[in-house]
């Protein structure tokens, strides 16, 4: 069955999610991280796009982005190519990195370019990592706040004053607040069955019953639950359901 065609941004700004193989991490350590950055600012000066959110969570990427000298499809290639080429030479191995093609949306208006830079920055919450954006260090929040270095600011922090110190506070006040809405994510495909998740607890901490967990002392049962979420990709709800821990101290964990 041949493929559905890509939706051409009229604005040519796009969101993208790329994830790993088989749910894999794509990043193992903070080198990862910092080398992907790194990735996607030296491209910036080669493809001439420009980035307005970026988040990099253990086995997915999200990028906002707005295409300039080259077409969408070069520019993933270049930096999804050179990253792989990169991560398979530091851990000695060959073959794919991300699961298929990355996906994309368009981001046709001001409003939903928002709602989509919020969306994106908020990823950690919503995996119970952090209680606020700005304490998640592999997003672009703090670029925004502070000094960028990948990320094209400008237009963003336009949309909520004029004044640049004004202008952030806004920000951070908007990408804290709850958002309901939906946008193009990894568990559109890659949701885990409670059977699934179960077995991923067990193989993890190493118990006979997921709950199991509940009687482990505090600082095994945090290290747990911490590898849950980040790496493996179990949500709050679905650890609290499964092994009857307290979804607050899943959440702090």
Request: aromatic share 10%.
């Amino acid at each position: 069955m041949p493929r559905k065609a890509r939706v051409k941004s009229e604005s040519g700004i796009y969101h993208i999610m790329m994830r790993g193989i088989n749910r894999q991490c794509i990043f193992e350590e903070e080198e990862d991280y910092e080398k992907f950055i790194e990735t996607i600012k030296r491209y910036k000066e080669i493809s001439g796009y420009e980035i307005y959110a970026y988040c990099l969570m253990s086995n997915h990427v999200h990028l906002l982005l707005k295409v300039g000298e080259e077409p969408l499809d070069q520019i993933m290639r270049r930096i999804c190519g050179s990253y792989v080429y990169w991560y398979n030479w530091k851990y000695q191995r060959v073959g794919n990195l991300f699961q298929d093609r990355f996906k994309s949306e368009v981001v046709e208006d001001d409003a939903y370019l928002l709602i989509v830079q919020r969306y994106i920055h908020q990823n950690p919450i919503k995996a119970g990592l952090v209680k606020k954006v700005e304490h998640y260090k592999w997003n672009s929040i703090n670029e925004y706040i502070n000094k960028a270095k990948v990320v094209d600011s400008n237009l963003v922090l336009s949309m909520f004053n004029n004044n640049p110190n004004e202008a952030k506070r806004a920000f951070i006040d908007y990408n804290n607040e709850t958002e309901d809405c939906v946008c193009l994510d990894i568990e559109e495909r890659i949701r885990l069955t409670d059977e699934e998740a179960r077995e991923i607890i067990k193989r993890v901490a190493k118990v006979n019953h997921a709950g199991d967990l509940q009687n482990m002392d505090i600082k095994s049962r945090n290290i747990y639950l911490r590898e849950l979420k980040e790496q493996h990709g179990l949500s709050v709800r679905q650890i609290e359901r499964i092994s009857g821990v307290n979804r607050g101290v899943i959440f702090k964990a």
